[in-house]
Structures are given as structure tokens and as C-alpha cells.
């Protein structure tokens, strides 16, 4: 077994044993990880374990499988990221300002699987072959889209969009020069008097930071009820209902879609 296998199995084990929710308890988890590293650094030298050559990059690889998404987690902290996405365990890219590119992560067909069962526990979905297809949101607000075979001919399939709000209003748009001055007080007056407005684009095109913008030129007096897939909208407003659909569940029933939503 190899020292991070050592060291993952050990801290793995304490946070069994003094009930620590790796997803909650972030401070008290790095803190442990630190701490076996340490200890594990000092019995190494002893001669008695395989050593660890980088100890720093240990303690962060073991802190992101415990309490992260493991190796995509230093995608998901990269702020130059935009987009993450799984073609097959050897070939997962990337996305900066709108530019793929092939990492060197490389995961095994496990390791997908694990991580995409971690992604959905927050959520209560899932994905299995009665239901091949899963929208999820993680925790920090990224979009999660996972399809399995036999829709895919032979590996799961996995995108994770992150959340990247440039902009929470019209008039920042217009700073960000992505809408001229006159468009935007044509939409704030559009909104104003509840015309209907539709958004299209393709992926990544802002949609969402969009409709987020439009969202905060509603009257602070009017009613606001969302209708999602998966929630992602940030409504600034005192009175906002936001609802979002729902998978069937094991025995097929209890499916809520987008149209029934809107009804």
C-alpha cells in the first residue's frame, strides 16, 4: 500500500470514530488531516513506513477525497475554470474563457462512479439505469449533468458547470460592456411592465447571469415565483417562492416536470 493510501485509510478511520461529517466539519477535518500527515512524516523517518516526498501536497490530496470531489476538486477551487467535464476515467477537460483543454487527471471507472454518487447525495437524486439521465446542483452551486450507458455507448458521461456570477444587476452588465446603456433601460422597463422576455443561448452563454440580472429589476412590491430544473436563479427580492422538478423515484411515480411546475 502506498503512504497515501496509508494516510487517506488512517485519517478515513478517525473521522469514523469521532463522528465527523466531512462535508460540515471542513475545520476539524483539515485539522486531522494535518495532524496524521505530521505523525505519519515522524514514523516514516523512523524507517518503519514508505515515506511521503511531498507532505504539503499530501495532506491536500487526502483532505479533497475525505471531504472534497478528490482529484476534480482542484478544478472546482481554480477560478480560471469554467467548466468541468468526463468523457471517459482517462480523458477529463476543462474549460477556461470558453477554451477546452485536456488535463492530466486521470481516474478509474470506480472513481467516477464514487464521485458522482458523493456529487448527488446533497441533492436526493440519482441516476441508475431506470433513470440514465440526472441534473444536480452541488453545494457551491455548480450545475452537475451525468449520463450513463446505454444512453452513452460505453462510460458514464459527467459536466459540472460552476457557477460564475459576473454581474447580479442590468446597470453591471452595462459596466462589463456586455449590453448597451439604451438595452438595458429597455429591459428594466420590459420587466417593469411584466412583458413576457425570453432568454436563449447557447451553453455558457450567460443565460443565467442574465436572467439573474433581469430578475433584479423586478418591482420590490410584485410576487416572484421560480420555476427550475434545478435551482440556480438568486432572486434579490423580500418575496420570492422558488421551486424546482423532481425524479420519480424507485418505483417510477412521483416524477413533478418543469410543465406541471408552471401550472
Excluded at 456570477?165 to 456586455?178: I, K, Q, R
Aim: charged letters at 25%; one cysteine or more; hydrophobic letters at 40%.
Amino acid at each position: 500500500m502506498e503512504a497515501l493510501d496509508v494516510v487517506e485509510d488512517e485519517v478515513r478511520e478517525l473521522v469514523r470514530r469521532r463522528g465527523l461529517d466531512p462535508a460540515s466539519d471542513l475545520v476539524a477535518v483539515r485539522r486531522l488531516v494535518d495532524e496524521v500527515v505530521a505523525e505519519y512524516d515522524e514514523r516514516a523517518l523512523a524507517g518503519s513506513l514508505p515515506p511521503l516526498f511531498d507532505p504539503r501536497g499530501a495532506a491536500r490530496a487526502v483532505y479533497d477525497s475525505v471531504a472534497g470531489f478528490g482529484p476534480l476538486q482542484r478544478h472546482l477551487d481554480d477560478p480560471s475554470v469554467e467548466e468541468i467535464w468526463i468523457n471517459e476515467p482517462g480523458r477529463v477537460f476543462v474549460a477556461r474563457r470558453g477554451r477546452s483543454e485536456l488535463t492530466n487527471t486521470i481516474l478509474s471507472e470506480g472513481q467516477v462512479r464514487d464521485l458522482v454518487e458523493r456529487m448527488l447525495k446533497s441533492s436526493g437524486r440519482r441516476v441508475d439505469l431506470s433513470t440514465p439521465f440526472v441534473d444536480a446542483m452541488l453545494p457551491d452551486g455548480s450545475r452537475l449533468h451525468v449520463v450513463i450507458p446505454d444512453i452513452t455507448r460505453r462510460h458514464w458521461s459527467v459536466n459540472i458547470r460552476k457557477f460564475v456570477l459576473t454581474a447580479a444587476s442590468l446597470d453591471e452588465l452595462v459596466g462589463l460592456g456586455t449590453i448597451t446603456v439604451q438595452a438595458a433601460r429597455f429591459l428594466e422597463a420590459s420587466v417593469a411592465a411584466g412583458l413576457n422576455i425570453i432568454v436563449a443561448g447557447g451553453t455558457q452563454a450567460g443565460k443565467t447571469t442574465l436572467l439573474n440580472c433581469l430578475t433584479a429589476a423586478i418591482p420590490a412590491r410584485e410576487r416572484v415565483v421560480t420555476c427550475e430544473e434545478v435551482f440556480e436563479l438568486k432572486v434579490p427580492l423580500p418575496d420570492v417562492v422558488s421551486m424546482q422538478t423532481r425524479q420519480p423515484n424507485h418505483e417510477g411515480t412521483g416524477e413533478v416536470r418543469l410543465r406541471r411546475l408552471v401550472k
